[in-house]
């Protein structure tokens, strides 16, 4: 992928690490913000829009789970990337419930950051280019008609869905899951499919990060819509709306 004026925050307080994993962004055409701090995020946050952030948990000032706090409930457009050297499964759940968009642990091959990286913005991308191709109600025409339900609006090219006059806060993530489910309500998907259509191209990593993000959509929308298929995946319900 051609990052070209793809903007990065990167929240890192050791200094070789930084120099190191920063370098490579550069090295890749990204315009890489670097900071140690995580008030000094926060304060650039305020100040500029960046397209994905890679933050550092433990962190002096306010710490990394803060920054992702901050970033999704104002800066929704902004992909998360969480680095750290905590590996255990409670910290990676909070990552994920704070609705972080991958989670990586340290010590991290740049190569792999790098991929990573890429894997998320790819599907910012992949959004941009199928709506451009498709004009008009074309992409509403795909739709399965049981799937155009009272109370349910996308603006697709906002990358937003509503329910009645309420914006849902979702990731980028969950609104693609989403998205993909609503489209075809009859139609059950596999986590592995899901994993395509939302990233698009190859995921590094385990495929229950679907059951993670199916989770958070969950707490978000006002109704039940997501039905879970015991031993084959997921199907969109509309029968509650």
């Given amino acids: ?3 070209g004026a793809v903007t990065v925050l990167f929240l890192e307080d ?3 690490i930084r120099e190191v994993l920063a370098e490579y962004m550069k090295m890749s055409g990204y315009q890489v913000t670097e900071t140690a701090r995580g008030d000094e995020a926060i304060a650039l946050l305020k100040e500029n829009a960046y397209h994905i952030a890679v933050l550092d948990v433990m962190v002096q000032g306010v710490d990394g789970f803060e920054v992702l706090q901050y970033i999704r409930g104002n800066c929704p457009d902004t992909a998360t990337i969480m680095l750290t050297a905590l590996d255990d499964e409670k910290t990676q759940i909070k990552a994920f419930n704070l609705y972080a968009d991958d989670y990586v642990i340290k010590p991290v091959s740049p190569i792999i950051l790098l991929k990573r990286m890429e894997t998320i913005l790819r599907r910012t991308l992949y959004m941009e280019r199928k709506l451009q191709t498709q004009k008009g109600g074309e992409e509403n025409a795909e739709t399965d008609q049981a799937g155009r339900l009272p109370g349910l609006h996308f603006e697709e090219e906002a990358y937003s869905v ?8 979702l990731t980028l993530s969950e609104y693609l899951l989403l998205q993909t489910l609503y489209r075809h309500p009859q139609r059950v998907y596999t986590r592995e499919q899901l994993i395509l259509h939302i990233f698009n191209e190859e995921y590094i990593g385990n495929d229950r990060i679907i059951d993670a993000h199916v989770k958070n959509l969950r707490k978000k929308l006002p109704v039940n819509c997501i039905k879970t298929v015991i031993g084959v995946g997921y199907q969109f319900d509309g029968s509650s709306l």
């Fill in 14 to 16: 050791e200094p070789t």
């Fill in 1 to 3: 992928m051609e990052a």
């Fill in 162 to 169: 509503y329910y009645g006059n309420e914006r849902l806060p």
